[in-house]
């Protein structure tokens, strides 16, 4: 099955700054990429996917990359503010069915 | 985006009985369902995939006469633990596949405690 591995655990970055999380991937035949932000207590909010025919999306400060012939892909987030401070989740998947999901990565967006 | 609405958000309930958590997609339709537990700081883990119409199939490890799931309409699942015992205690989380594509929404969650 595949094998969702996401870097770094924790993450603490000065607002303004910028923040990258990572995952990696062992299924080149999954097709879907989708980010979650879960705040404390509360469900995983979708915030950004990509598709395995698009090698970038951005929407506004949140972009994503993919890079399929190393088999990751990248969450992107600019200009750093504290209510970007969560655990953020990666998750990959084929066909929908199963979807596989990253150990998480815990932002804080030091004010 | 598309909602999903879980119910209750916190429940407590006495060893020995049994709970049930409610997941709804309010302006979708799903037929396919998910249900996770989700232990402090850790990732979700999949318990189970429920589909409408059909039983639900669990993931190795997860006792499917404990873990019961009824996936009834296309809008509509339900997860009950039966006979609660405090290590049931954890944060359930469904999710449910959108109509168009393969997104996946979550709802809220729902913290169990028993005690």
């Known amino acids: 099955g595949e094998n969702v591995e996401q870097h770094p655990s924790t993450l603490s970055v000065q607002e303004g700054d910028s923040a990258v999380i990572k995952c990696t991937y062992s299924?080149?035949?999954?097709?879907?990429f989708p980010w979650y932000k879960q705040e404390l207590g509360k469900g995983p909010q979708l915030i950004i996917d990509i598709r395995s025919n698009v090698g970038e999306k951005k929407d506004q400060r949140i972009a994503v990359t993919l890079n399929k012939t190393a088999k990751h892909f990248s969450l992107h987030i600019t200009e750093t503010q504290p209510e970007d401070s969560a655990v953020y989740f990666c998750?990959?998947?084929?066909?929908?069915?199963?979807?596989?999901f990253g150990t998480g990565t815990s932002l804080t967006v030091i004010p | 985006g598309a909602v999903v609405s879980q119910h209750p958000s916190r429940v407590i309930c006495k060893s020995g009985t049994s709970v049930k958590i409610e997941c709804r997609s309010l302006d979708f339709q799903a037929t396919t369902m998910f249900w996770y537990r989700q232990f402090p700081k850790q990732s979700l883990m999949l318990m189970a995939t429920s589909n409408e119409g059909s039983k639900a199939t669990y993931e190795q490890g997860v006792e499917k006469d404990k873990f019961l799931i009824n996936h009834a309409s296309l809008t509509l699942s339900t997860l009950t633990v039966t006979s609660a015992h405090p290590e049931d205690s954890s944060f359930y989380i469904c999710?449910?596949?959108?109509?168009?594509?393969?997104?996946?929404?979550f709802g809220e969650g729902s913290w169990l405690t028993v005690v």
């Open positions: 999710s449910a596949r959108g109509e168009i594509g393969n997104t996946i929404y």
């Open positions: 998750a990959a998947t084929l066909g929908g069915n199963q979807f596989y």
């Open positions: 299924d080149s035949a999954s097709n879907y």
